[in-house]
C-alpha cells in the first residue's frame, strides 16, 4: 500500500467518525513517505480536532520544516501553537491568585497566532474583565462576536462587561457630585 491509498482510509474512517483510525492511516502514510508534508498537516488537522494536541504540534512543525513556503502548514502550525497557549493560560488563570498578567501576555500572543480563535478573545475579555479594565474587555468580547455572533459566552461577557461599566460610571458620576 503507498501514502495515498492511507491517506483515502484515512478519509474514509474520519467519514465514519473514527478520528483514531484515522489518525492511524494518517500515521501509517507518514511512515511510507515521511517527507511528504501534506501527510504530516493532514494528521495534525485530525490530531488536533481530536484534543491530541502535542502530537497535532509535532505533525504540525514537520510539515512546516517540510515546506517552508506553504502559507497552510504555517497556519496550521499557529493554530496549534495558539491552543497550546489557551492550555497554559487556562493554568495560569487557574492558580490561586491567577496570574492575569501574564495570561493577557500570552494570550495576545495566541491572537497574533490565530486570529479567529474566538476561545482566546473570551479569555483576554474575561482577563481584562477581572482587572476591571472594561473598555479591553468589551473590545475583546465584540471581537470573538464578530466572528461568531451567536455565541453564547460572548453575548454573556459583553453584557456583563456592559453592566459593569454602567456601575462603575455611575459610582464615579455619585462620588463627583458630593
Not at 503507498?2 to 500515521?27: H, M, P, R, T, V
Not at 512543525?61 to 493554530?79: C, H, K, N
Not at 479567529?116 to 481584562?128: H, I, Q
Amino acid at each position: 500500500m503507498d501514502g495515498e491509498s492511507c491517506i483515502k482510509k484515512a478519509y474514509e474512517a474520519i467519514l465514519n467518525g473514527d478520528y483514531e483510525q484515522a489518525i492511524g492511516w494518517f500515521e501509517q502514510a507518514i511512515e511510507l513517505e515521511p517527507d511528504h508534508a501534506s501527510h504530516h498537516y493532514k494528521c495534525s488537522i485530525t490530531c488536533l480536532r481530536s484534543g491530541k494536541t502535542q502530537k497535532a504540534l509535532h505533525h504540525a512543525q514537520r510539515a512546516a520544516a517540510l515546506d517552508p513556503s506553504s502559507d497552510e502548514f504555517r497556519f496550521q502550525l499557529q493554530t496549534v501553537q495558539a491552543k497550546l497557549l489557551v492550555r497554559e493560560v487556562e493554568a495560569l488563570l487557574g492558580r490561586t491568585p491567577p496570574d492575569t498578567e501574564s495570561a493577557i501576555e500570552k494570550l495576545k500572543y495566541a491572537a497574533s497566532l490565530d486570529p479567529l480563535n474566538v476561545e482566546v478573545l473570551l479569555l483576554l475579555g474575561a482577563a481584562y474583565a477581572s482587572q476591571n479594565r472594561f473598555g479591553e474587555a468589551a473590545e475583546y468580547a465584540r471581537e470573538a462576536m464578530k466572528l461568531d455572533p451567536h455565541h453564547s459566552a460572548a453575548q454573556r461577557l459583553l453584557a456583563d462587561v456592559n453592566r459593569n461599566m454602567r456601575g462603575t460610571f455611575r459610582t464615579i458620576v455619585r462620588k463627583k457630585r458630593r
